[in-house]
């Protein structure tokens, strides 16, 4: 049974599709997501914030968050990442 867990700003992703959650920061990660979005397979679910966590799927789709790499893992593990969770979000979704 698939589990899907929220990204931010109401976007939702399912847990079994994804092989990575890593920072954008790297030259190979951005390398990454420039190309995608040149191929069209980049999904922006950043809603104009900045990106601060980028989904590999597993249909080489790569997904930008607004969230941090710790809180999306702290939600495919069925936790809460501590005081970070919901600090992001009330900045961002207002």
Do not use: Y
């Amino acid at each position: 049974m698939s589990q899907f867990i929220h990204i931010g700003f109401g976007n939702i992703v399912n847990t079994d599709k994804i092989i990575a959650v890593v920072s954008p920061e790297s030259a190979p990660i951005k390398r990454l997501v420039q190309k995608a979005k040149e191929d069209g397979t980049a999904v922006d679910a950043t809603q104009g914030r900045r990106t601060k966590a980028v989904l590999v799927m597993e249909d080489s789709r790569i997904i930008l968050s607004a969230l941090l790499p710790e809180t999306i893992c702290a939600r495919t593990q069925g936790r809460e990442a501590r005081g970070t969770a919901g600090r992001e979000e009330e900045a961002g979704e207002e």
